[in-house]
């Protein structure tokens, strides 16, 4: 199923056409459905969990040889390599920090990728979102954030971040254009029409 559909990554394109008008900004949105597979999690788990089974053995009645308790070890592994990677499971085990490091380490690299770092006068802008880490992040580069606190786009990104939780990604990506359309217009004021970024929003599914 697609992240968002045609006529809404439209909704978000029109708005951002909309706001660099106003600006000298360069607003680039990016939508992930998640920052990584997380292969190695359900692995780790597993392993950690054959490795204890011994130890649950010991307080049985059976009495099992070096090479029973090897093939049970095993068999857990494989089980539980398997069954933790079902994805409700999968997203359950993975700790917050993992997801938060992942995610973040994603939106850095869009905002490379996609050239925000090259843009005249510094001005560009990424509004990041993974939707598995239900994660978001604005990223400014130095023409703005010299004129813009931190504390501001926090307030946006906290916002926009239950909106994400609440099912509502859209709404999330048009409130965070305009607030951040809002910002932009006040302290990156628009000097000349210029339109250096595609204003269509990047998925990556």
């Given at each position: 199923m697609a992240l968002l559909t045609e006529a809404e990554t439209r909704q978000v394109s029109d708005a951002?056409?909309?706001v660099e008008k106003t600006t000298d900004a360069e607003l680039v949105t990016v939508l992930a459905r998640q920052a990584d597979e997380y292969h190695y999690i359900p692995s780790l788990w597993a392993a950690?969990?054959?490795?204890?089974?011994?130890?649950?053995?010991l307080f049985t009645p059976f009495w099992l040889d070096v090479v029973e308790i090897v093939m049970i070890q095993l068999a857990v592994f494989l089980v539980m390599a398997v069954t933790l990677r079902i994805p409700p499971v999968l997203r359950r085990i993975i700790p917050k920090g993992v997801k938060q490091w992942r995610a973040a380490n994603?939106?850095?690299?869009?905002?490379?990728?996609?050239?925000?770092?090259?843009?005249?006068?510094?001005t560009g802008l990424l509004i990041f979102v993974?939707?598995?880490?239900?994660?978001?992040?604005?990223i400014a580069d130095r023409g703005i954030s010299q004129h813009v606190p931190?504390?501001?786009?926090?307030?946006?990104?906290?916002?926009?971040?239950?909106r994400v939780h609440a099912g509502k990604t859209l709404e999330g990506f048009l409130y965070a254009v305009e607030a951040c359309g809002s910002l932009l217009a006040q302290h990156v004021p628009a000097?000349?029409?210029?339109?250096?970024?595609?204003?269509?929003?990047?998925?990556?599914d």
């Open positions: 951002i056409a909309r950690l969990i054959a490795l204890i089974s011994p130890g649950i053995i994603l939106a850095r690299r869009q905002f490379l990728e996609n050239n925000l770092h090259h843009t005249e006068g510094e993974s939707e598995t880490e239900r994660y978001v992040e604005i931190d504390t501001e786009w926090q307030a946006i990104v906290d916002a926009f971040t239950r000097t000349h029409e210029r339109n250096e970024l595609p204003d269509h929003m990047i998925l990556i």
